[in-house]
């Protein structure tokens, strides 16, 4: 490799690392006022020691619990079982952070999918917070309507809102643990999806924020013939976590992202030690050459 490329590498590598510095700098600041970072550890380990998703496959969902549409209508959960197998998803529709990211996945899932919500499936989105209202849900169903192209949003993808005591028993239920802070008036929850038979059993948990459409229409496939697939890997990634190093609580993909930058800044640290070996070794020879003739 000629030597004004190690240059510019050399040149990327150190650009990389001020980039990486200056925004985590910006990001990671400890802004003053913040509670101390003693204080703010117990509080991390209060919140997410309530945080988790127990996979429950197996067993059956609460099809008895009400809850009210996005056109402020009283449902039964059960209303939209019995014929498909079903998504169900657990998020809060002003959620800043995760839910999006999932509910984002998901829909960029299913648009690769043949498969059609209201056709083979149907897919439930339920509100974790009970003082959301059928307009929230249906502003929420509307968004997420333009981003489906298969247009069947309208009568196979729901959105629910209900009160406290059903949110949990459902919760409860398919083993979605979560809770709210109050002094950040966020709740702290996994991420993750659930496939339902059409009778109401969990079969599947889809965890983590990247559902392939090859795995998701597995999982919908087995369970319309109301097989129960087996545990997974619980990788699962909460709303906000306490970093010490700030004292603040941030999302944790910020800290993917750093950690992205990390290895991207070693993985050019590794092709510029290359090329300087491999530069120095075809240098070698010559050298040894002029070295005879001297």
């Known amino acids: 490799m000629p030597m004004r490329y190690v240059k510019?590498?050399?040149?990327g590598l150190i650009v990389a690392?001020?980039?990486?510095?200056?925004?985590?700098?910006?990001?990671?600041?400890?802004?003053?006022?913040?509670?101390?970072?003693?204080?703010?550890?117990?509080r991390y380990e209060s919140?997410?020691?309530?945080?988790?998703?127990?996979?429950?496959?197996?067993?059956?969902?609460?099809?008895?619990?009400?809850f009210k549409d996005e056109t402020g209508k009283i449902v039964k959960l059960g209303d939209y079982f019995g014929k498909r197998p079903v998504i169900l998803v657990l998020a809060y529709y002003e959620c800043p952070m995760l839910c999006t990211v999932v509910l984002n996945s998901l829909v960029r899932t299913l648009n690769a999918m043949d498969w059609k919500a209201g056709d083979e499936f149907e897919l439930v989105v339920v509100s974790i917070a009970p003082n959301e209202s059928p307009e929230q849900a249906a502003k929420k169903k509307a968004n997420y309507a333009k981003e489906y192209r298969h247009g069947?949003?309208?009568?196979?993808?729901?959105?629910?809102?209900?009160?406290?005591?059903?949110i949990k028993q459902l919760a409860d239920a398919v083993g979605f643990k979560y809770t709210y802070d109050p002094v950040t008036k966020q709740y702290a929850h996994g991420a993750g999806i659930m496939i339902v038979t059409p009778d109401g059993k969990l079969s599947r948990y889809l965890l983590g924020v990247d559902f392939s459409a090859r795995?998701?229409?597995?999982?919908?496939?087995?369970?319309?013939?109301?097989?129960?697939?087996?545990?997974?890997?619980?990788?699962?990634?909460?709303?906000?976590?306490?970093?010490?190093?700030?004292?603040?609580?941030?999302?944790?993909?910020?800290?993917?992202?750093?950690?992205a930058g990390i290895i991207?800044?070693?993985?050019?640290?590794?092709l510029i030690g290359g090329a300087l070996l491999l530069e120095?070794?075809?240098?070698?020879p010559s050298d040894t050459i002029s070295e005879v003739n001297e």
């Open 8 to 11: 510019r590498l050399w040149s």
């Open 17 to 42: 690392s001020l980039t990486l510095g200056v925004a985590s700098a910006q990001l990671y600041r400890r802004p003053e006022g913040e509670i101390g970072e003693t204080a703010a550890k117990q």
């Open 47 to 66: 919140i997410t020691s309530q945080v988790g998703i127990e996979q429950k496959l197996g067993e059956r969902v609460p099809l008895e619990l009400t």
């Open 152 to 166: 069947t949003a309208e009568r196979g993808w729901h959105f629910l809102v209900g009160e406290e005591k059903n």
């Open 215 to 259: 795995d998701l229409k597995f999982a919908l496939a087995e369970s319309s013939q109301g097989k129960i697939g087996n545990p997974v890997l619980s990788a699962v990634m909460y709303c906000f976590q306490y970093d010490p190093s700030t004292g603040r609580y941030g999302l944790v993909i910020m800290r993917v992202v750093q950690l």
């Open 264 to 270: 991207t800044v070693l993985s050019l640290a590794t």
């Open 280 to 284: 120095r070794r075809r240098r070698k």
